[in-house]
Structure formats: structure tokens, C-alpha cells
């Protein structure tokens, strides 16, 4: 049996909101090996999102740990985390946050100024992965320029630039027409199928015909697929 | 972070907000230029005053004259100081010992002994007479105590003497007629004179002695003593004071009556003459007032820098409201660049160099615009204080503004501070800013 990547045991995130407690995330257990491609699925407010960040060390939970490739989270002060960040993790958003002042090349780039990357091999591996998201002759475009499925496209590029442990994906293509969405879908898939480990993070149904792993959330609690297609039958189509 | 690829990233993100830069940058332009012309019109008024001052003697000089006391402190029954009221202060002689004291002083370049005519000081020049200060001096030329002549040298010499320019004025015609016309100031240069000197004894008889003396030198007008001084050598002078007092002066015991100092700095010159006053003489130097006008001139840089600086201080306020603004706007920025790896210590130094980036190109425009205006008006007003210079008399000044080099560098350094302050606590909200929350922001 492999060793998993991912390891996380009762954790739970809690929001004060006013006199309310609200329970974004309320005991997960999961893991998650290498090479896999999960995809967390769940209605909106579910905890998709929160789950995410937690895994990538952009926020701590209320209780509960995370253990990434065998390092506690929990032990790691906010410098240690950014190094983290830095070094294993490969973030996509739904709504991009490419910084718009810059070229496409430009902004896959950037992560590497934080890592003392020369300007040459910076320039050079964002070039390369440019070509292969197939976006090399869009290279001095700028994110307006850009269609949303480009932009996206960028991204992931981005995303890809420090070759991390994990690329997180939130909601990846809900800012995308179905044509692109489904462009993106593929692209996260050839990156699995290159070796990478992949957690997309959806609410579309589509996405899972590329998963190896898939984990259902209700409530900030992971379920089962039968008891998810039994609630979810209420609340999906809004 | 390497260092290039910070300052490229500030002045990359600087260059994409080119107008709310450049109008934050404004207000540090004119504060900047604010500091930069007005502590520049308090140096130039400064050396202003300077260049006039200088007429009123080497500035680093100092004349140090004896302390004639009641004699030796006695001691009071019981021993110790006896205390009670003000002591007499004790006697200092200026012997020729008491010259090696004061050369031992560092900073001390050399010290002159110099000693007054006592036996009158009427010359007469063909049918004209006229009155000077006659002073023996130890130097063989007076070009050592800074003189410079006009005709002739500043050489002494037996049967010379070199006179300051004045003494011409003084002469008069004795048999003038009431209503009669003036001589003119006869030029005395190489011209034999006659100087007068008498004594009297014990029943009151006058004895007159007549000295034939050539000018072998005329000083330049120094605006001090020297310009109604005949100096003649020391031991001249001595020689005469001796035949008016009919008795011999020993310099080793009685002292001279004021010995010149030569400081080497005019920095110095405070300092040597505090010591020279310590060990019991008295010194005067026009430093001393000197000094209490550039005190004054130094309060007017202040408060004149003051000014500017409230200026800045204005500026300073608008730079934190545009880093405040910008890091608002760009809240999810931050989210992006902490979640691809960025340290809080990265972002801290990116928006800190964002807002001292603003503060040093205003203070860029600033220091030329204040430099650029200093020059503006120092040609407008050397037109103008010479013309009144030419109505007052007096020399005209050569600069009315003056930007001395460690100002634009001050001032860039100041600005530049000004921003980073500015943006600290800004930047401090953007560096600890949680990833997440700054992620969601809308
Ligand atoms: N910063 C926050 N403050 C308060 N409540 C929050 C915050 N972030 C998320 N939540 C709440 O946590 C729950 C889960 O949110 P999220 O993880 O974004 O859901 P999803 O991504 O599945 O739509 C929601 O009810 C949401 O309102
Ligand atoms: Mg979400």
C-alpha cells in the first residue's frame, strides 16, 4: 500500500458570525494518495472551498490536522507555511487572480521571484510552460486580452511553475463557457495522467469522469455517494 | 526575494499607477523643494553675513593680552582656600615663557609677541602732521599675520615702517587758515616721515626726539586695526619705550602687553582661546561673535527646514492614503502572492518599497526643482543686493542662495524615509493579511 500524500483526521473550521457558530468544515477524515486525481464534490456552502485552503496551507483550521507528506501543518509557523506554499503547492482559482498589469509570461513567472529564481531560467520554464498548456503564442498577451478559458489556461501554468506535490483547483472552470470548461477538465486530466497529483475541487457532475478518487460534502462532512445523490437531489438544481 | 527583482517589481507596480503616483508624489515634490530652497536662502544669507564679517579681523586670530592681578593669592590663617567672596584673579605675565605655554597648545600655528609705542605717536610728513597707532611686532614680515600690501612689501626692516592705508587720511596741515581748502591725503609710499617722540621728567621738561623713517610699504585695507597701525620692528619700539621710561625692559620678567595667536582651523579657534583664557590670560577673538550670529543662522535653517518639513509632513499623510487605497484594491493580490509562496516579510518589503519609491522620486522632483529655483533666484537677487550694495557701500555679495552638496542628499534620504514611514503601517496590514481571507475579498 502506498503512502498517502495527504493525511487529514478530525478537522474541523468553525466562523464566529455574530452569535452564531458557523461550521464550515465539521470533522473530515480523508486521505489522499500520490498520483491520484480527486475531486471533491458538493453543494455550494458545503465546505469545498475551506477544505481546500486548509489543504494548502492558506488558512488553519478551528481543531483536527493535516499532515502533507508527513509534516504536520499544525507545527508550522506563517513563514514555514509560505515556504510551503512555495515549494508543494500549485493553486487554480475559479476566477483566476492573474495580476492584470502583467503578461501571460510574466505571471507564470512570478512565483519564482519569491524562490531567488534568475530571470533567464525564470523566463525559460515559463515559456516552456506556456507551450504546454498551448499558449506559447500568447506569451505578451495580457489577462484582458485573454479569453477565460486562456486566462485559466495561464493559471494552471502558473500553477505548475515550482513542479508541486499537489495542484489544488477550486472550482476551475465555474467561470468557464461548457466548450472551455471542458478544455480545462482535459488539461487537469493530462497533468494527472503526466503524474501529478490533482484535487479539484467541483459542484459539476462532469468533472468526475476524470477522477480516480472522489469525496462527497455535506455540511463540512464528508458522505457517502449514495447518501450525497439522496440529499443532493433536493438542493443541486438551484 | 533577490534585491533586483524587488526594486523591479516596486517600480513595475509603481509604473502601472503612473497618475495617483505621480499626484501623491507632488505633495513631497513641493515639501522637498520647500526644504531644499529655504535651508539653501538660510545658508546663502549666512555667508552673506560671513563675507561681511570678515572684515573685522582674521577670524583666526586671537589677541591675548596679560592679567595684571593684586599680585600673589594669599593664603588665610587655618590654610586651604580661605574661600569668601572673589578671589583676585592671579597675575599672568606674557613672558617669553609664558608664549611657549600658549605655543604648546595644539592647533596653535604661531603666536607673535607685539608691543604698543608709549612715547606718543605724532608723524609728520613735510609740512603736515598726523597721528598713529605705532606697534612693534616680532616678525620680520607682516605677510605672517595675514597683511597683504598695495605698494611696496610687507617686509620690516631698520629705519623702514609699513603703514596701513588710512594714515593718509590723518594727516592735516597745522597751519591751515580757517576757511582754507584741505591738503589732500599725501601717498607716503617710499617717502621719508618723521616720527616724534618725547618724555618728560621728574619737573615736567619735555625732551623731543626725532626719528627719519621711510614707508617702505602700504597695507591693503584690511577694515580692522592695521588699517591706522604703523608697524615697525619690536625691538625698535622697545629701544624707544626704554629711552621714554629711562629704564631697561626685560621681557622675561615684565612680559609683553599682547601677544597675536595663529590658530590653524577656524574650528579650532573657540577651543584654543577657551585653553588660553584657562591658564590665566585674557583672549579675545572675533570668533566668539562670530559665532553668536551663526547660531542665529543656524536657528533660521531650522526653522526654515521646519517649514519644509511640515510640508513633507503633509505629503507624508497623502502617501499613506495611497498605499492604504492601493492595498485595499489590491487585497487579492496579496491573497495571490501569498498563496504562490510569498513570505510576510516579501510583501512587507514590496509595499515599503512602493510607498519610499513614491517618497524618493518626489524627492527627485523636488531637490532639481529646489536646486533649479535656487539658482533662479540668486540671479535675480545678486542684480539686485549688488545695486544696493553700490548705494549702501560695502562689497557685493556673491551668492544669495547656496545649495551645499550634503542638502539634495539629505533631502532625497528624508523624503525617502518619509515614504517608508508612511507606508509601514500599510504595508504591515498587507504583510499579515490571512492568505484566505485576502484571497475571498471582493
Ligand atoms: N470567512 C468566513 N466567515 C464566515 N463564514 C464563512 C467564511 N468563509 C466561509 N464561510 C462559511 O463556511 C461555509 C463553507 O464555505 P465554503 O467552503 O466557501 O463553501 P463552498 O466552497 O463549498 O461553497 C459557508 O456556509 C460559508 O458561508
Ligand atoms: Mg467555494
Redesign the interface.
Same mark, same amino acid.
Given at each position: 500500500m502506498t503512502k498517502s500524500l495527504v493525511r487529514v483526521a478530525g478537522l474541523k473550521k468553525y466562523y464566529q458570525m455574530g452569535g452564531t457558530v458557523v461550521r464550515a468544515l465539521d470533522g473530515i477524515d480523508l486521505e489522499i494518495k500520490p498520483g491520484t486525481f480527486t475531486v471533491v464534490m458538493g453543494p455550494s456552502g458545503s465546505g469545498k472551498s475551506t477544505l481546500l485552503y486548509l489543504l494548502g496551507g492558506l488558512d488553519r483550521g478551528t481543531s483536527g490536522e493535516i499532515w502533507v507528506d508527513g509534516q504536520s501543518l499544525n507545527d508550522m509557523d506563517e513563514n514555514s507555511l509560505a515556504l510551503f506554499r512555495r515549494r508543494s503547492m500549485g493553486f487554480v482559482f475559479q476566477s483566476f487572480n492573474l495580476i492584470p498589469s502583467m503578461t501571460a509570461l510574466q505571471n507564470v513567472a512570478f512565483p519564482m521571484q519569491f524562490a531567488g529564481v534568475t530571470s533567464a531560467r525564470r523566463e525559460m520554464q515559463a515559456r516552456n510552460l506556456l507551450a504546454q498548456v498551448g499558449l506559447e503564442d500568447r506569451a505578451e498577451h495580457r489577462p484582458t486580452e485573454l479569453s477565460g478559458g486562456q486566462q485559466q489556461r495561464v493559471a494552471i501554468a502558473r500553477a505548475l511553475v515550482n513542479d508541486p506535490d499537489l495542484i489544488l483547483a477550486d472550482e476551475p472552470t465555474g467561470n468557464l463557457d461548457t466548450a472551455s470548461g471542458a478544455a480545462i477538465m482535459q488539461l487537469l486530466s493530462d497533468l494527472h495522467l503526466a503524474g501529478k497529483t490533482v484535487l479539484v475541487v467541483s459542484h459539476d457532475p462532469r468533472m468526475t469522469r476524470f477522477a480516480t478518487d472522489k469525496i462527497f460534502l455535506l455540511d463540512g462532512r464528508v458522505v457517502s455517494e449514495e447518501e450525497y445523490q439522496s440529499a443532493s437531489l433536493g438542493t443541486m438544481d438551484l | 526575494?533577490?534585491f533586483f527583482?524587488l526594486l523591479r517589481?516596486i517600480f513595475?507596480?509603481l509604473n502601472?499607477r503612473k497618475g495617483r503616483v505621480a499626484l501623491t508624489a507632488i505633495g513631497v515634490v513641493i515639501g522637498t523643494a520647500a526644504v531644499v530652497i529655504l535651508v539653501s536662502l538660510a545658508i546663502g544669507l549666512q555667508m552673506n553675513a560671513n563675507e561681511q564679517l570678515y572684515g573685522i579681523g582674521d577670524l583666526t586670530q586671537i589677541q591675548v593680552s596679560p592679567t595684571y592681578g593684586e599680585g600673589p593669592v594669599v593664603v588665610g590663617p587655618g590654610g586651604g582656600g580661605g574661600g569668601g567672596g572673589g578671589a583676585p584673579p592671579q597675575q599672568k605675565l606674557l613672558t617669553n615663557l609664558a608664549l611657549e605655554e600658549i605655543r604648546a597648545i595644539p592647533g596653535v600655528e604661531w603666536v607673535v609677541p607685539r608691543e604698543f609705542l608709549m612715547a606718543g605717536g605724532m608723524v609728520k610728513y613735510q609740512r603736515l602732521e598726523g597721528w598713529a597707532n605705532i606697534i612693534g611686532v616680532d616678525v620680520d614680515d607682516l605677510a605672517l599675520l595675514g597683511l597683504e600690501a598695495t605698494q611696496g612689501s610687507t617686509a620690516l626692516g631698520r629705519g623702514v615702517v609699513v603703514m596701513g592705508p588710512m594714515i593718509a587720511n590723518n594727516f592735516y596741515d597745522p597751519r591751515q587758515r580757517p576757511g582754507q581748502e584741505p591738503p589732500p591725503p599725501p601717498d607716503l609710499y617710499d617717502q621719508q616721515i618723521q616720527m616724534i617722540v618725547s618724555k618728560w621728567d621728574a619737573q615736567g621738561n619735555e625732551t623731543r626726539k626725532n626719528i627719519s623713517l621711510r614707508v617702505s610699504g602700504v597695507l591693503k585695507e584690511a577694515r580692522g586695526e592695521s588699517d591706522w597701525t604703523i608697524y615697525m620692528p619690536l625691538d625698535q619700539v622697545k629701544a624707544l619705550n626704554e629711552w621714554a621710561m629711562n629704564r631697561r625692559i626685560n621681557y622675561n620678567k615684565d612680559g609683553y602687553s599682547m601677544a597675536v595667536v595663529k590658530v590653524a582651523n577656524v574650528d579650532q579657534v573657540l577651543d584654543v582661546a577657551d585653553q588660553i583664557t584657562q591658564l590665566g590670560y585674557q583672549a579675545y577673538t572675533p570668533q566668539s561673535f562670530v559665532q553668536g550670529i551663526n547660531n542665529f543662522y543656524v536657528i533660521l535653517q531650522v526653522i526654515f527646514g521646519g517649514v519644509g518639513a511640515i510640508a513633507l509632513l503633509v505629503a507624508a499623510i497623502g502617501i499613506a492614503n495611497t498605499m492604504a487605497m492601493s492595498i485595499l484594491e489590491r487585497t487579492?493580490?496579496i491573497?495571490?502572492?501569498?498563496? /504562490?509562496?510569498?513570505?510576510?516579510?516579501?510583501v512587507l518589503a514590496i509595499f515599503l518599497g512602493e510607498a519610499s519609491g513614491i517618497g524618493f522620486l518626489g524627492g527627485l522632483g523636488g531637490v532639481l526643482i529646489g536646486w533649479l529655483a535656487g539658482q533662479a533666484i540668486n540671479v535675480i537677487a545678486i542684480v539686485y543686493l549688488a545695486g544696493q550694495a553700490n548705494q549702501q557701500g560695502g562689497p557685493p555679495p556673491s551668492v544669495a542662495v547656496y545649495t551645499p552638496l550634503w542638502l539634495p542628499v539629505f533631502a532625497l534620504v528624508f523624503s525617502t524615509l518619509i515614504g517608508m514611514i508612511s507606508g509601514l503601517y500599510p504595508a504591515l496590514r498587507a504583510a499579515t493579511m490571512?492568505? /484566505?481571507m485576502a484571497?475571498k475579498y471582493e
Open positions: - | 526575494m533577490k527583482d517589481l513595475g507596480n502601472r487579492r493580490e491573497g495571490l502572492m501569498k498563496a /504562490v509562496g510569498a513570505t510576510n516579510r516579501d490571512i492568505p /484566505v484571497l
